[in-house]
């Protein structure tokens, strides 16, 4: 669900920045729809790699994850940005959106493994959910730096999201320099491949 909203946000914002029909308020819309279906896909896409993984590839899958998902943040800025300066940010989100189709098309065809929870439908979403909030409630270092990550982007991430592109546009050249900042970014923050003490994966 999360990668077809998301999905539908990105072919949206192409087609309507394509057209020169796109709006402030329509991207305002969109960015908040794309952001809750993104905020569910990290913490469920990690829930669901032990259902179609066997319990003994479980590590080394998890590390592929991490490794690929670490190197995806890295490319992808710089990518965008090339994209976005070459043709156009109504181009980069119609790749986007090429993109997403394909993630969703190898997501529909996983296969859970026998004996998943999903696949037993052992417990229902909302006791899932509670599951969840009990487990995050109990571990005090994970509600702690989820609070510490939720003030570091309210006062950090989101201005420099909003004021960068537009000193890169006024200052640096564009599109192409602002994707050069957020990948330099990424190369100082990405994530150990593995994240072995994150991944939801190792609380089971």
Same mark, same amino acid.
């Given at each position: %669900? +999360?990668?077809?909203?998301?999905? *539908?946000?990105?072919? $949206?914002?192409?087609?309507?920045? %394509?057209? @020169?029909?796109?709006?402030?308020?329509?991207?305002?819309? %969109?960015?908040?729809?794309?952001?809750?279906?993104?905020?569910?896909? =990290?913490?469920?896409?990690?829930?669901?790699?032990?259902?179609?993984?066997?319990?003994?590839?479980?590590? !080394?899958?998890?590390? $592929?994850?991490?490794?690929?998902? +670490?190197? #995806?943040?890295?490319?992808?800025?710089?990518?965008?940005?090339? $994209? $976005?300066?070459?043709?156009?940010?109504?181009?980069?989100?119609?790749?986007?959106?090429?993109?997403?189709?394909?993630?969703?098309?190898?997501?529909?065809? *996983?296969?859970?493994?026998?004996?998943?929870?999903?696949? +037993?439908?052992?417990? =229902?979403?909302?006791?899932?959910?509670? #599951?969840?909030? #009990?487990?995050?409630?109990?571990?005090?270092?994970?509600?702690?730096?989820? #609070?510490?990550?939720?003030?570091?982007?309210?006062?950090?991430?989101?201005?420099?999201?909003?004021? @960068? !592109?537009?000193?890169?546009?006024?200052?640096? @050249?564009?599109?192409?320099?602002?994707?050069?900042?957020?990948?330099?970014?990424?190369?100082?923050?990405?994530?150990?491949?593995?994240?072995?003490?994150?991944?939801?994966?190792?609380?089971?």
């Amino acid at each position: %669900m +999360s990668l077809a909203v998301r999905l *539908a946000v990105a072919a $949206v914002l192409a087609a309507t920045l %394509m057209t @020169g029909t796109a709006s402030f308020g329509l991207l305002l819309a %969109m960015a908040a729809v794309y952001g809750c279906a993104d905020g569910f896909f =990290g913490p469920a896409s990690s829930a669901l790699l032990p259902d179609v993984v066997p319990g003994e590839q479980l590590a !080394p899958a998890d590390a $592929v994850v991490g490794g690929s998902t +670490s190197s #995806a943040r890295i490319a992808a800025p710089a990518a965008a940005g090339l $994209v $976005v300066a070459a043709l156009g940010p109504g181009s980069a989100f119609a790749f986007q959106a090429a993109v997403l189709a394909v993630a969703a098309g190898c997501l529909a065809a *996983a296969r859970l493994s026998p004996g998943s929870a999903a696949r +037993s439908g052992q417990a =229902g979403p909302l006791r899932q959910l509670q #599951a969840g909030w #009990a487990a995050f409630a109990r571990l005090r270092w994970l509600w702690l730096l989820t #609070a510490e990550w939720t003030v570091f982007s309210l006062i950090i991430l989101a201005p420099v999201a909003v004021l @960068g !592109p537009e000193v890169a546009l006024r200052h640096l @050249g564009g599109a192409a320099a602002w994707g050069l900042i957020t990948r330099s970014s990424g190369d100082g923050s990405g994530r150990l491949p593995g994240r072995p003490w994150s991944s939801p994966a190792w609380f089971r």
